[in-house]
Each structure stands twice: as C-alpha cells, then as structure tokens.
C-alpha cells in the first residue's frame, strides 16, 4: 500500500523559510517523479512543483519559480520542498503525491498534507 | 497555458440520483490528457479518471468519464452518501498541469 506522510509545516513570517518533507513507503520511489500540490485555505488545487525518478529534473509554477526549490533523496524514500522567500500567499496546506506518467503526470496517491501558515 | 472551467459551481442532489459535472478547456486536449479527483472535507483529493475515461484502481463503477476536444464530463450514475464531495478535473498532457475551480456536489 503507497503511504505518504508529509511533515514540517508550521507558522512562518513573511520572507522566512521553510523545507517540507515527504516520507514515501509502498513502492519503488525511485521510479517514479513526484510532485507537490497545495490548497489555500477555502479553495482550490494548485500545482507546485515535480521531480522525476531518475533524472533529477525539475518543473516549477510560476507562482513559485526562484523562490521553491524541490528535491529527492531516493536512499531515504524522502521528498523535499525547500520554501525561500515566503509570502502570505503561500499559506495552504501542501499536499505530496505519487505521479504516473501519461502525456505528462497525473497524481494516483496523495498524502494527508501538511499545513503551512505566512503570517506576521 | 490551457485554462479548465468546471459547471456548475454547486450541484444540489440527493442520493440515487445522477450527477453529470462538467470540465471545459480553453484549447483542445491533447490525446484526452483529462483526469478527475474527488475530494472530500479535510481530506486528501482521491484521484478518480485518468485519460478522460479510464477509471484509477479501486474506483466504483458508477464513476465515468468521458469527453474529448475540449468538453468533458465526469457522470456518478447513482449518488452514494459518500460521494457528496468536491471534484477536480485536470489537465495533464503538459506543464504546467492546470486544475478547474472545482465542483461542489452537496446533499439536497
């Protein structure tokens, strides 16, 4: 069974840092790309940032581009998303996801998600 | 940049009934590169359809999907209480992977 389970979320103040993590078990992670997804509170899905299995290679959101910086360590199955430069447009919770590729990537597991807070 | 609009915002029903969701693109969808998620309240979203029809694992069959072009539909033949729940199409032929605003479908 794919289990996710994010981590390192909390209150922040604008311009501060924060680095996410996301401990994946079930299956072989290095094999797979995955990716990050948030919701502010009350609305909907945006997609943040993904990185594949293998190659390392990354995407990025507009919205996030320069300050986000996303990485994998494949011996500890563990997903990281690095936050420089928080604005409180960043508040949401952060939702890690397993991705399986078709055209691009869909996301088939999720986890329960962490919560991050930007306020002064 | 592909841009999703899902209608209506709110569909009221009650269970046993059909509920017919829509997601419509700003450009043609490449290969139905067209997925749908359910999410329910403080939950994670569950992803349902991928390719526009083909339902992920473990997905009752009273969930389809369907569309191709620029108009697609999610359709729950017959409303179970537990699929009261907002509902995502996206896009994922390219990045980055656009979401609709969502539809709510809540108990009438």
């Known amino acids: 069974e794919v289990q996710l389970l994010e981590s390192g979320g909390g209150l922040v103040q604008p311009g501060g840092s924060l680095r996410l993590s996301c401990a994946a078990s079930g299956f072989s992670f290095s094999s797979y790309a995955m990716t990050w997804v948030r919701q502010a509170p009350g609305k909907g899905l945006e997609w943040v940032s993904l990185i594949r299995g293998s190659t390392d290679r990354t995407d990025y959101a507009d919205s996030v581009k320069g300050r986000f910086t996303i990485s994998r360590d494949n011996s500890k199955n563990t997903v990281y998303l690095q936050m420089n430069s928080l604005r409180v447009e960043d508040t949401a919770i952060y939702f890690c996801?397993?991705?399986?590729?078709?055209?691009?990537?869909?996301?088939?597991?999720w986890g329960q998600g962490t919560l991050v807070t930007v306020s002064s | 940049e592909i841009v999703l609009t899902q209608s209506p915002g709110t569909l009221s029903l009650s269970p046993g009934e059909r509920a017919t969701l829509s997601c419509r693109a700003s450009?043609?969808?490449?290969?139905?590169?067209l997925a749908w998620y359910q999410q329910k309240p403080g939950q994670a979203p569950r992803l349902l359809i991928h390719?526009?029809?083909s339902r992920a694992t473990g997905i009752p069959d009273r969930f389809s999907g369907s569309g191709s072009g620029t108009d697609f539909t999610l359709t729950i033949s017959r409303l179970e209480p537990e699929d009261f729940a907002v509902y995502y199409c996206q896009h994922h032929g390219s990045s980055p992977p656009p979401f609709g605003q969502g539809t709510k479908v809540e108990i009438k």
């Open positions: 996801a397993k991705t399986y590729s078709s055209g691009w990537y869909y996301f088939d597991s």
């Open positions: 450009q043609s969808v490449y290969n139905n590169y």
């Open positions: 390719g526009a029809s």
